[in-house]
């Protein structure tokens, strides 16, 4: 007997909202690597200065978290997300023409908050657009589909850089949030009744049960976020840290999954989402914390070039960080979140 369109994962809108979560990431991720280096040179600032933006974009996600539940009840998920993308795509345009480092920290500040909210609500977009029987299923889809887009974005963000320089890389990253847009608007989500959500609670944001997996989960990530950076420097080795974190993607969502309460699935997802973007962004940070700057000079493939501030990183050492930090998420694995999720998984 044939399924019906309504049992099927693999539908039409299921897939449009994994495009558009792919695209979402991969605007995100292809402006990650050539920032510091940017800013450093456009701005003047110093590698710590320049390492404090992704911390201020982890705390914008935690910040306006707790007022999802509220916005996705009173204005609908799909608008939330949608409006979010758009606020993404308008700081992406202000990262070309800012001019102060107060300016730049309020723009990443706000798209911090916009990524937050736009990544929380595609994924409960994609729970209301999945029947109750393939709601796990579609949770590490739609997961999966983040990190691809992940690893595409670094990939094509450095290719666009070294290629054409920061302004082309920025409209680019604009584009795919474009098409993120188009994608999400495509999405029938069928109508839902307010139900009267508090302005601010965890729901939909943060499965307390998760609180030590997320912990490993941030200590995992940490290890390709500080591998980021090297990418840009010719390390292409360090691309495999964000292979493996695509890897881990599926297994660590089944755990975030099973420890969640029934309807819970959703804020599973998320929680596992924030731990892996934290993890990544804390990464980042602390790689330009240990590197400093120097002056090179780049030529674009049409003969045009510019001189550059790029960060000088310390190979060895930054392996060395990474060496630790594999021991450390594998020891915490192992000792504390494989027994604690035994222990408390419900599914």
């Not at 539940?69 to 990262?95: H, P």
């Not at 082309?168 to 069928?190: D, G, H, K, P």
């Amino acid at each position: 007997m044939r399924k019906s369109n309504t049992d099927n994962l693999w539908s039409l809108g299921f897939m449009r909202i994994c495009f558009a979560n792919f695209l979402l990431f991969a605007s995100i991720y292809m402006l990650f690597p050539v920032l510091p280096s940017v800013m450093m040179s456009r701005l003047g600032i110093s590698t710590g200065q320049a390492g404090s933006m992704f911390l201020v974009f982890a705390a914008a996600m935690f910040l306006v978290g707790p007022f999802h539940a509220y916005l996705g009840d009173e204005y609908k998920r799909k608008r939330v997300l949608v409006y979010s993308i758009f606020v993404i795509l308008g700081t992406t345009l202000g990262y070309i023409f800012v001019d102060t480092f107060p300016r730049l920290l309020m723009l990443v500040a706000v798209q911090g908050g916009a990524f937050g909210l736009a990544a929380t609500a595609g994924i409960t977009v994609a729970i209301d657009i999945t029947t109750a029987s393939r709601r796990s299923a579609g949770n590490l889809g739609f997961a999966l589909a983040a990190r691809l887009g992940m690893l595409v974005g670094v990939v094509a963000g450095i290719w666009m850089f070294q290629l054409k320089g920061f302004s082309m890389t920025a409209y680019f990253s604009i584009l795919c949030s474009i098409f993120s847009i188009l994608f999400a608007l495509r999405v029938y989500v069928a109508f839902r009744a307010p139900i009267g959500v508090g302005y601010c609670n965890l729901d939909r944001f943060l499965l307390l049960r998760g609180w030590l997996p997320a912990l490993n989960l941030v200590l995992i990530a940490f290890i390709p976020g500080i591998a980021l950076l090297l990418i840009k420097q010719g390390d292409y080795a360090a691309l495999f840290f964000l292979v493996v974190l695509v890897v881990l993607t599926i297994p660590f969502t089944k755990i975030f999954v099973k420890l969640s309460q029934h309807c819970q699935r959703g804020t599973a997802n998320t929680t596992c989402h924030l731990a892996m973007e934290t993890g990544i962004l804390i990464g980042l940070a602390v790689c330009c914390f240990l590197s400093n700057h120097g002056e090179m000079y780049s030529e674009f493939a049409d003969g045009t070039g510019i001189a550059d501030i790029y960060l000088y990183t310390d190979f060895q050492l930054i392996y060395k960080v990474i060496g630790i930090g594999i021991l450390v998420a594998l020891a915490f694995f192992f000792l504390l979140t494989y027994p604690y999720y035994k222990r408390k998984k419900v599914r």
